[in-house]
T-cell receptor
Framework: GQSLEQPSEVTAVEGAIVQINCTYQTSGFYGLSWYQQHDGGAPTFLSYNALDGLEETGRFSSFLSRSDSYGYLLLQELQMKDSASYFCAVLNDYKLSFGAGTTVTVRA | IAGITQAPTSQILAAGRRMTLRCTQDMRHNAMYWYRQDLGLGLRLIHYSNTAGTTGKGEVPDGYSVSRANTDDFPLTLASAVPSQTSVYFC????????????FGQGTRLTVV
């Protein structure tokens, strides 16, 4: 099987930077993805790391270290609309498995 | 608009009844997934299919069955619903093996009473 660990909640103010860590244990690992979900709606894809290093997409960046079984999502210049749940997910053996999610609350 | 359609949007079901949640995608994606989402537990994989004609078990398959007769449809059946199957169910699809970007439907909120 597999397991993913991420913090349950993070609170920050507008304009701040938030880092959401994710550690995983799995077999047949292909890569680590991140998804965003607003108010129980459909999760939407943010980023994917198959190789070690940092991937940047606008205000969001994602990092992977395969040797440490660790990754993170970095949210910069936080905005109120970034209040949502964020899930890390591992792609292994052609299955996509999710962590329990981190609720990010952005305060004015 | 291309995407994934789930039906029904919500349902209240008596325990012991049979129920099929429908999922259709028009993106010609090979891989499809069913997840349930419960508070504090994130998205848990129920069943998946990597291509038409094949299915596999996820983390929480008991009490659920799926079929993949064609590329577009991936129905999830609860043979005899129990209250613990009260949840929000999401169907998703991705382009194929090793493709990490999955597209999700809007979910089905199921309450078993």
């Amino acid at each position: 099987g597999q397991s993913l660990e991420q913090p349950s909640e993070v609170t920050a103010v507008e304009g701040a930077i938030v880092q959401i860590n994710c550690t995983y244990q799995t077999s047949g690992f292909y890569g680590l993805s991140w998804y965003q979900q607003h108010d129980g709606g459909a999760p939407t894809f943010l980023s994917y790391n198959a190789l070690d290093g940092l991937e940047e997409t606008g205000r969001f960046s994602s990092f992977l270290s395969r040797s440490d079984s660790y990754g993170y999502l970095l949210l910069q210049e936080l905005q109120m609309k970034d209040s949502a749940s964020y899930f890390c997910a591992v792609l292994n053996d052609y299955k996509l498995s999710f962590g329990a999610g981190t609720t990010v609350t952005v305060r004015a | 608009i291309a995407g994934i359609t789930q039906a029904p949007t919500s349902q209240i079901l008596a325990a012991g009844r049979r129920m099929t949640l429908r999922c259709t995608q028009d993106m010609r994606h090979n891989a499809m997934y069913w997840y349930r989402q419960d508070l504090g537990l994130g998205l848990r994989l129920i069943h998946y299919s990597n291509t038409a004609g094949t299915t596999g078990k996820g983390e929480v398959p008991d009490g659920y069955s799926v079929s993949r007769a064609n590329t577009d449809d991936f129905p999830l059946t609860l043979a005899s619903a129990v209250p613990s199957q009260t949840s929000v169910y999401f169907c998703a699809s991705s382009d194929g093996e090793g493709e990490a970007e999955a597209f999700f439907g809007q979910g089905t909120r199921l309450t078993v009473v």
